[in-house]
């Protein structure tokens, strides 16, 4: 792809790769006139700007120079220094050197000239800076002249050996070793390149062809190896590009050959050193792969001779190139579309002639008009790699690797890359507050670890919340639970005392007073007013009239005196009376005590008295209904209460043992959860289960789904802070959840020999044998009701010769069924009509029987599609053979089948119809059935109960009658359908198979489903049952909730939504998750697919669905998408809508 282009007749060069912006310099080339003919020259410096779409170069400087320049070299000399831009070195005629400041060259102030010097004899040809030392430059010119120049002392150049070459020789090329400071190499017209070592001022190796027919126009040195380097040949007899390696200096690595003609200049790329550019006098350049020797990128043919190729320093991808007829263009080897040039090319000079007018379109020769496509790089080149990467691993790891800090020139060759694995902590104080949690759990020290808390906390809230877990673990739980709501016994005797004292000195004397006298007689009165009403019923014995009596007349202490006396039904409707006429501040309270409604109470008391209703709970509850009232109250104060009761509300969960309840109602008060709030949390809860564990045992704890996601939560956390060990004994050992059992295995393999010695975890995924035969499915569909019936064909008048076709196959896994395969067959005639009629074959033929092709090709390797042990097919009436003496090759003979099984001799009448053959007198011959004979189940299957078979009758002989192969039609099967016997003609394949019937066969011929009406002689025959109504089952019980919730969800829904699309998606969701209920009618989701629905149907109800959510990709995540992608979406979907109509 064509990016900038100049027209100028000019050398050029590139900035150096420290430069930014990127420039590009060019100098009047001394090889090429223009019609004026004049000698003078002009350096310019040129910005490259790639933001630019258009193809033109900015010019940033200019100036005119005394001569012509046959190249240019931009060194890095100077750029330390504030605002330079390095030093260009130009060679030009008569052995003139100039070098140039390129700061003043930009800024046009200063003179831009630093020296010239004129001390080669001829023209300076080849130029090049010492990578390593930017102060010393290298010019060659003729008659073998090599100086090398001291940019700081510029009066003296230093010579590297005597003039050795014999005849002396232009230098057409220069190059500095790219890993060895003081390595130098020239290359020359007669084919050779000369090494020179500057340390011993001469040269130490020449490299040259044999064929004597290389002319070397260029040189380059490997970026990395530093023995290698590659000379080019500009003679059109041999236009190669020769790899020379300076320890096998006899004959060159490689050579390449793609130029038709002599090639003129190459260029190694720094960025990637697998990549090489070449230009030649074939007016092309390519770009090659020296790895592979191939060309990998071509550019289209120029229109004349390319003399100069560089790549761009700064931007690998960018290379330019330097042409005869006054052109230097830049491309990218990220190839594209050439046409797409030639279209911005023409827009550009059509939108200059319309003059406001649209030319017509333009009429272009198709052979023109094709594209010339620049193919890509095949591999992607080096400076696309990753030089430096990091990434992070399971257990906080830290996984590095990057560019070795040494300069490049100090590396040893091969370089080893290193990796690093670092551990990262991030969280100290997490760290340190989950390792004395950790201690404590370990030493069994909490009640000096709660008794830290307590006295480290300022917030009242938390502060109440350690006290009460700390309780948790002691003796009396509720009598101190009583004291922490500010109820106690000792205190109320205190109050009570005092007060009873003040009052008790006047009626003590009034007893004191008291005077025994004589008794005075009392009388009853029978008077008409309440006394005497009263007197009359209490002597007719009728205590409940009296009792109204006293209510009417307000003496409740009366009345509830007789009611005591009346039973416990009088007194307690004289109570509900009482309490009805009697209102007072108390009477409420004094109801719950009599009544001991405790859950009315919970649902009916004032929130404000949350304290004294916990109270109550602990003074008289019992022991079942207690943690069960204790979650009520809580919930009722999360749900009714502000945020403040919702924080309250945690102490009736630790009251009650609901760690579950604990976790979901801390995390409504932290949405977004830090890892010192997690910390706070597990801390509580791993307190809270160790005092269920002192209460009910360790088996007597579990944990719910929101537990299991904070514990989880919390073990990931803690192993991406590198504690490993710390992490995996916080994960309970009994939990068969697989998030917990998937991270336990990986908690274990990730601590290496930490855990020598211990028991690996069980593999927390389902194991798949990877290319197993699919023989269970045929034994599942077995126990489901098949089984093997043989059909034995009906009599003939024609008796023939039959022998077993058995193909042994060595059973995959023995068999206790194994022994009681092998039984006698009875002799068995159907009734009915004949079913078939042999053909009559003319003399001389012989009989052959109808063998299916892979039967005949494969018989060896049929499967045992059935798993079942022993022979397949199935022992049974085998297909019929020919005789003896006419046995097909691929059969099993009378004597090896006598062999392999242990059979009998019988004699079965009757034809076969599935062979054609001539009559023969009957013989015997060992055939095998199951007990009882044909249509019997094989006994080397696994034993069925209640399965029947039905002998054939004549509709079935009409049935099994042959027809032509022309007449084979579908026909719908019935819905009780018994697959016919071996296959004898073409099969035609089924469309649907009704309910309960087998679904798929194995392709073996004599056991896949024939057409109707094909004879048939082995068969599966199904289970005998009535057709099955495709109405659904009802739930079961412990699954209603979830419907209720849907569907209850779906009508909140719809009643909310406003917008016609969002109802049409709820209306599409409620048939949707028709197979969820269908799924849980059958039962066959996992348990922990249904816990997770459960959980998310309580989020429903709850009106939590942001925790629903969450919830729902934890079930997601950890199950099998076979499993549940038939509702799930679906459930997702429906949530989130709810969320958003709710928010």
């Known amino acids: ?189 007669s084919g050779k390149a000369v090494v020179w070592d500057l340390r011993k001022n001469e040269p130490i190796i020449k490299v040259s062809d044999h064929s004597n ?104 991808p960018v290379f330019s190139a330097a042409s005869f007829d006054g052109w230097i263009s830049l491309y990218s080897v990220m190839g594209r579309s050439w046409e797409v040039q030639q279209i911005r090319q023409a827009d550009k000079i059509s939108s200059s002639f319309s003059k406001g007018q649209p030319l017509p379109p333009l009429q272009v020769p198709e052979q023109v008009a094709q594209a010339s496509l620049i193919p890509p790089l095949q591999k992607p080149p080096k400076w696309m790699r990753r030089p430096a990467g990091v990434s992070f691993a399971f257990g906080g790891k830290l996984v590095t690797f990057g560019l070795p800090s040494t300069p490049a020139h100090q590396v040893p060759q091969p370089c080893l890359r290193l990796v690093f694995v670092s551990q990262v902590t991030t969280e100290s104080e997490f760290l340190r507050r989950s390792a004395e949690l950790q201690e404590s759990l370990g030493s069994g020290n909490l009640l000096n670890y709660c008794q830290n808390k307590i006295e480290l906390t300022s917030l009242q809230s938390e502060k109440m919340l350690w006290q009460f877990l700390k309780v948790t673990l002691e003796q009396d739980s509720r009598v101190k639970f009583l004291k922490l709501l500010g109820y106690s016994k000792d205190e109320l005797q205190k109050k009570a005392s005092k007060h009873i004292t003040e009052e008790a000195s006047a009626s ?208 990931n956390l803690l192993a991406a802070q590198g504690s490993l060990a710390t992490a995996m004994s916080y994960l309970p050992r009994d939990c068969t959840q697989p998030p917990i059992q998937q991270l336990r295995d990986r908690l274990f393999h990730a601590q290496g020999s930490g855990v020598m010695g211990q028991q690996c975890p069980p593999f927390p995924f389902p194991r798949i044998v990877v290319g197993a035969t699919p023989h269970s499915k045929e034994t599942s569909s077995y126990r489901l009701g098949f089984q093997f019936s043989h059909q034995v064909p009906t009599p003939s008048l024609r008796p023939r010769i039959f022998t077993p076709l058995v193909t042994p196959l060595t059973p995959s896994h023995s068999s206790p069924y194994q022994s009681s395969r092998m039984h006698n067959i009875s002799d068995y005639r159907s009734p009915g009509p004949q079913a078939a009629q042999p053909l009559p074959l003319g003399p001389g ?178 289970q005998q049952r009535p057709p099955e109504k495709v109405e659904r089952k009802e739930l079961p019980p412990e699954h209603r909730s979830l419907k209720i919730s849907f569907d209850k969800l779906l009508r909140r829904c719809s009643l909310s939504a406003a917008d016609l699309k969002t109802k049409r998606k709820l209306d599409e969701a409620a048939q949707r998750l028709e197979c969820l209920y269908e799924k849980l009618c059958q039962g066959t989701l996992s348990p922990h697919v249904l816990a997770g629905l459960h959980e998310v149907a309580r989020c429903v109800d709850a009106g939590s669905f942001e925790q629903g959510l969450a919830v729902h990709a934890q079930v997601v995540g950890c199950s099998s998408f076979s499993e549940v992608s038939s509702f799930m979406p679906v459930l997702k979907a429906v949530l989130t809508i709810a969320h958003k109509l709710h928010t």
């Open 508 to 715: 003590s004397t009034f007893f004191d007073e008291l005077v025994p006298q004589s008794m005075t007689p009392w009388e009853i009165p029978i008077t008409e007013d309440t006394d005497g009403l009263l007197s009359q019923a209490l002597l007719l014995g009728e205590l409940g009239p009296a009792v109204e009596l006293c209510l009417k007349e307000e003496r409740f202490a009366d009345a509830i005196i007789l009611a005591q006396a009346g039973g416990a039904d009088l007194l307690k409707q004289t109570q509900e009376c009482y309490w009805a006429k009697k209102k007072s501040r108390i009477s409420s309270l004094l109801a719950c005590v009599v009544r001991k409604n405790w859950k009315d109470m919970v649902c009916t008391c004032s929130l404000q008295n949350w304290r004294e209703a916990l109270a109550l709970l602990l003074t008289y509850s019992g022991p079942e209904k207690f943690p069960e009232l204790c979650d009520m109250l809580g919930m009722r104060m999360e749900q009714e209460g502000g945020r403040a009761l919702t924080s309250e509300a945690r102490l009736c969960y630790v009251c009650s043992g609901n760690v579950e309840q604990l976790v979901e109602c801390w995390a409504k008060c932290h949405q977004a959860s830090s890892p010192l709030a997690l910390q706070d949390l597990m801390e509580k809860v791993m307190v809270l289960n160790r005092s269920l564990e002192l209460l009910r045992g360790p088996d007597g704890v579990s944990s719910g789904p929101a537990t299991t996601y904070r514990v989880t939560q919390y073990a």
């Open 845 to 1022: 033929v012989r009989p052959a029987l109808f063998e299916p092709p892979l039967l005949r090709e494969q018989k060896a390797q049929v499967p045992n599609p059935t798993g079942f042990p022993g022979t397949w097919p199935p022992p049974g009436p085998p297909p019929p053979m020919a005789p003896p003496d006419t046995i097909q090759p691929g059969s099993a003979s009378l004597a090896e089948t006598a062999q392999q099984l242990p059979l009998l001799p019988v004699r079965l009448p009757g034809p076969s119809p599935m062979s054609f053959q001539s009559p023969a007198p009957p013989v015997s011959f060992p055939v095998t059935h199951p007990p009882g004979g044909p249509g019997a189940p094989c006994s080397n299957a696994l034993p069925t109960t209640g399965l029947s078979t039905v002998p054939p009758g004549p509709q079935d002989s009409l049935k099994n009658a042959p027809v032509p192969r022309t007449n084979l039609q579908r026909k719908k099967l019935p819905e009780t359908f018994m697959p016919p016997a071996p296959i004898t003609t073409p099969v035609m394949s089924l469309t649907s198979e009704p309910r309960g019937v087998l679904s798929s066969q194995p392709s073996v011929p004599g056991v896949g489903h024939a057409p109707p009406g094909a004879p048939g002689e082995l068969s599966l025959q199904l």
């Open 213 to 316: 027919r290389m002319h070397s126009s260029g040189l380059a040195w490997h970026p990395e190896i530093a023995t290698q380097l590659v000379l080019c040949s500009e003679d059109d007899r041999l236009p190669v590009i020769q790899l020379w390696d300076l320890r096998f200096a006899s004959s060159p690595l490689k050579v390449l050959e793609s130029h038709s003609r002599g090639i003129l200049s190459v260029s190694w790329s720094q960025a990637d050193p697998e990549l090489l550019l070449s230009s030649a006098k074939d007016n092309q350049i390519l770009c090659w792969n020296l790895g592979s020797g191939e060309v990998v990128y071509k550019l289209p043919t120029q229109s004349s001779w390319c003399f100069d190729v560089q790549w761009c320093p700064r931007d690998p």
């Open 1 to 189: 792809m064509k990016l900038k282009e100049l027209e100028r007749p000019a050398v050029q060069v590139w900035s150096p790769a420290s430069q930014c912006p990127v420039y590009l310099a060019t100098g009047t080339s001394a090889q090429q006139l223009d019609a004026s003919f004049s000698t003078n020259g002009t350096l310019e410096i040129f910005e490259v700007d790639f933001r630019d779409p258009s193809l033109d170069l900015k010019r940033k400087g200019v100036l005119s120079a005394s001569s012509r320049f046959y190249k240019l070299i931009w060194g890095s000399f100077g750029n330390g220094l504030l605002e330079a831009s390095g030093v260009i070195a130009g060679g030009g005629n008569n052995g003139m050197l100039t070098l140039y400041n390129v700061t003043h060259i930009l800024s046009s102030g200063k003179e831009p000239v630093i020296a010239q010097r004129q001390k080669h004899t001829g023209a300076v040809r080849a130029l090049d800076f010492n990578p390593f030392q930017g102060h010393l430059l290298a010019t060659g010119a003729s008659d073998s002249e090599i100086f090398i120049w001291d940019l700081n002392n510029l009066n003296v150049p230093m010579t590297p050996g005597s003039k050795s070459q014999q005849p002396p020789e232009d230098i057409k090329a220069l190059a500095w070793n790219r890993q060895v400071q003081h390595i130098l190499a020239s290359a020359h017209p």
